[in-house]
């Protein structure tokens, strides 16, 4: 018997299998999930139908979380498939790839509102519909990183939509903890993703995790994945409003002193 066994929950972000959403998918299915999963647009759907299908999921619904109406319909085929759901993991973030190379303060009013709103606001948005089909023992986890509290070089406004997105995790566990719903943040180290892809000097970034991590190493997306599934199931009902780091010890500055923290010349 998994650790998950029995219970349904929705995986909101896949968009290919090397996504950290598909890792937290696979360990969820491992563990006796029945899942569900979303998608934006035909392109995305190619791609996440047959993963979703490879863990026999029959639950794969278009989703544009800045559409307020196609969330209301979302969550509706989700209480009419189910009935009810366990667990939410919110895997979603967009920032224009202008506003993630530069300079922070460049950023445009449209940039930064489009970050927020994507990366933060939606896990707020799907938390309200969510929740409504959860009872006491539900579990909603969101994906964030480092650079929501360091400034992390060409990160810029997505550091700042993952601030928002940690704060959201907190304030929505209280709101949440009067109804024994819990909600937690993994904030993962750098994992080479096609979100990751549009970082600048992304590959620098890995070469730092490596020297600046206890563990000496960068995580992978299986580790990402057991961590979520541990902050689903009821072995963690004591646990809420918590930032998991899985990082390899990157966050707590144990690692090379030397580290060179300067972006490369383009």
Not at 88 to 93: D, E, G, K, Q, T
Request: hydrophobic share 45%.
């Amino acid at each position: 018997m998994g650790i998950l066994q029995g219970k349904k929950g929705l995986i909101l972000g896949v968009a290919n299998d090397k996504s950290i959403a598909w890792g937290a998918a696979k360990a969820c299915h491992r563990e006796g999930a029945e899942l569900g999963f979303s998608y934006l647009g035909d392109a995305l759907k190619k791609r996440v139908q047959p993963l979703a299908e490879s863990i026999g999921s029959n639950f794969v619904e278009p989703l544009d979380v800045a559409d307020d109406t196609q969330l209301d319909d979302f969550f509706a085929k989700v209480e009419a498939n189910w009935g009810r759901l366990d667990f939410l993991v919110h895997s979603i973030a967009f920032a224009g790839k202008e506003s993630l190379k530069g300079l922070f303060r460049d950023t445009s009013r449209a940039d930064f509102l489009l970050a927020l709103d994507i990366s933060a606001y939606s896990f707020v948005a799907c938390a309200r519909r969510a929740a409504r089909l959860m009872k006491p023992g539900g579990a909603m986890l969101t994906m964030t990183y480092l650079g929501a509290v360091r400034a992390i070089p060409n990160y810029n406004v997505m550091g700042v939509a993952k601030a928002a997105l940690e704060a959201s995790t907190r304030y929505l566990s209280y709101d949440l903890g009067a109804e024994g719903i819990r909600v937690n943040a993994v904030s993962a180290g750098p994992v080479r993703t096609l979100a990751a892809s549009g970082v600048s000097d992304f590959k620098r970034l890995m070469d730092r995790g490596v020297r600046g991590a206890m563990l000496r190493r960068n995580i992978n997306q299986e580790e990402v994945g057991n961590a979520a599934a541990y902050l689903l199931s009821d072995w963690a009902s004591g646990v809420t409003g918590e930032i998991h780091y899985v990082d390899a010890g990157f966050n707590v500055g144990a690692g090379d002193p030397g580290v060179d923290f300067t972006p490369s010349e383009p």
